[in-house]
């Protein structure tokens, strides 16, 4: 079995100050690392995505992440974050070889000016 | 061009209702899926349909009946409602072996 651990629930910063969203993920198979991110009121749409290749993978918006196999994390990272960042991040696996996304619990990304 | 759409987006009903949701998706995918997304934000799979075959049915009640017409359609609808069935409903597809899920909008199910 699969599970998914985000270690902050809640992550307030300020605007353009750097954040790092923190991603464990538990698995006997080996796995792809996908983040998704929710706006308020909105269905989730994919951040970015490790399937294979450079461990550090990057989306349009400035985010990236790093696949780590050795402590098994896929951090999100972003240098300077934006009030429109606002919004629950959430970091997720599917197993190799089966098609349904294992999610972690969210953490609530909160931009202050 | 909306990629894959849910109705209703709100839905209030009151215990013991049968109520259904539906999905449709525009991008051609062959696999369908529903979560559920509890108070907390947590989200888990319900179930996956592949060319309109049943592939994934977590630990669901049976009062949980997905129906995929065709591979663009995947409805959901639940029996006896409970309040514990208050929850967000996703609807979501890919393509087999692209990994990438598209999700709609989302049903926001409130049981009183």
């Known amino acids: 079995a699969q599970s998914v651990t985000q270690l902050d629930s809640q992550v307030p910063v300020f605007e353009e100050a750097p954040v790092e969203l923190r991603c464990n993920y538990s698995s006997s198979v080996s796995v792809y690392l996908f983040w998704y991110v929710q706006y308020p009121n909105q269905g989730l749409q994919l951040l970015l995505k490790y399937l294979s290749g450079s461990t550090l993978v990057e989306s349009i918006n400035g985010f990236e992440a790093e696949f780590n196999k050795s402590q098994t994390s896929f951090h999100l990272r972003k240098p300077s974050v934006h009030i429109s960042d606002t919004a629950e991040y959430f970091c997720?696996?599917?197993?190799?070889?089966?098609?349904?996304?294992?999610f972690g619990q969210g953490t609530r990304l909160t931009i202050n000016p | 061009d909306t990629a894959v759409s849910q109705t209703p987006k709100y839905l209030v009903t009151q215990m013991g209702n049968d109520k259904s949701i539906k999905c449709e998706q525009n991008?051609?995918?062959?696999?369908m899926y529903w979560y559920k997304q509890d108070s907390k934000k947590f989200l888990k799979i319900m179930f996956s349909y592949n060319n309109k075959e049943l592939i994934i049915n977590e630990t669901v009640p049976n009062r949980f009946s997905p129906k995929s017409p065709d591979k663009a359609h995947l409805n959901l609808h639940i029996n006896s409602l409970e309040l514990g069935d208050s929850a967000v409903y996703f609807c979501?597809?890919?393509?087999?072996?692209?990994?990438?899920?598209?999700f709609g909008p989302g049903t926001r199910l409130t049981v009183t």
């Open positions: 997720a696996v599917i197993p190799r070889g089966a098609q349904k996304l294992v």
């Open positions: 979501a597809s890919s393509q087999v072996q692209t990994y990438e899920q598209y």
């Open positions: 991008l051609g995918h062959d696999t």
